[in-house]
């Protein structure tokens, strides 16, 4: 690596310094818990610390592109600060796919080629690191202690009313039909699965026995929603395309969730969305085989 590369890959870890600075700033401005509070705080110190190291190294300040900055902000908003700031280390650290990215192969060359000329530098390094993931353990989000309620309202939504939704298809041949059954079904199963969650949560002597349902209710209520638009928003006799787009909207939904739970609570991806689709279109398909036998044996013609 020659004196060009070095310097940019110097300016390339510094700007990242200052831009998980500025994430965790922005973050902890809306969390509430003070533990968790002070802990993206005390991140947002440590990114300003090795900023400056490399800003000794380079002789002079840069700015983070601010739109990236202000995304991952929105980003803990909308689906929790211990998501967002785990997902901005993994972007950085990331090295499972086997084409590594030039970003990648920069890094390995950048951090072999700054340890050789400033060996002060690793000692440093590997241990503000191991205690900056390990602060980043501590994060403890109130929504990520319910995504056991979530997983459960999602599993059985995606499961029970895609199956249903799939035999309706052929059995009813309406769009309105299936939406006025789908809105019926949908709204007594959250209300259902709400409250047994409730009972359950009670009977075990939690105190949060009213929050676990609310997450489930809300999960399955999202998932219904999702899953009738296509039979809401397209004409009526177009109940075929209506199918194929709620199960492919079953597959987003599927996908997004693992996602957000793999980054989360550092968890396996491919395995539990492999499991997940398995079930929801085994059942989706046997549920769409019923309701067109069930229709021809009963001579029923919606």
């Given amino acids: 690596m020659d004196d060009r590369q070095f310097m940019e890959y110097l300016k390339f870890m510094q700007v990242n310094e200052i831009r998980e600075k500025l994430i965790c700033e922005g973050i902890a401005k809306s969390v509430k818990n003070k533990q968790d509070k002070e802990t993206l705080l005390h991140i947002a110190r440590q990114e300003q610390v090795h900023y400056d190291l490399f800003k000794k190294l380079t002789k002079q300040d840069v700015r983070p592109n601010m739109f990236s900055v202000y995304w991952y902000i929105l980003m803990g908003k909308i689906l929790g600060y211990t998501f967002a700031v785990k997902l901005m280390e993994i972007h950085l650290l990331s090295h499972e796919t086997e084409k590594k990215t030039r970003k990648q192969l920069m890094l390995e060359e950048g ?25 980043i353990q501590m994060i403890d989000e109130e929504k990520l202690k319910y995504v056991g309620s979530m997983v459960l309202g999602l599993n059985d939504a995606l499961v029970e009313f895609s199956g249903s939704l799939a035999g309706w298809s052929f059995a009813m041949q309406s769009n309105r039909m299936i939406t006025l059954a789908g809105l019926i079904t949908g709204i007594s199963a959250t209300l259902s699965m709400a409250s047994s969650e409730y009972l359950s949560a009670k009977n075990e002597g939690r ?96």
Avoid at 121 to 128: H, S
Avoid at 236 to 257: E, K, N, T
Avoid at 261 to 267: G, T
């Fill in 111 to 135: 951090n072999q080629e700054l340890f050789r000329r400033h060996p002060e530098f690793e000692k440093l390094f590997a241990e503000e690191v191991e205690h900056e993931l390990k602060m």
């Fill in 207 to 302: 105190e949060d026995a009213l929050k676990s349902s609310g997450y489930t209710g809300i999960a399955y209520l999202f998932t219904v929603v999702a899953l009738l638009l296509p039979y809401i928003l397209l004409p009526d006799h177009q109940f075929l395309s209506a199918l194929i787009i709620m199960l492919a909207i079953v597959i987003l939904i599927i996908a997004g969730f693992n996602y957000y739970i793999s980054v989360a609570r550092n968890e396996k991806f491919s395995t539990k969305f492999r499991e997940m689709i398995l079930v929801s279109l085994s059942v989706a398909g046997v549920s769409f085989l019923i309701g067109l036998l069930v229709k021809k044996i009963l001579g029923i013609d919606i």
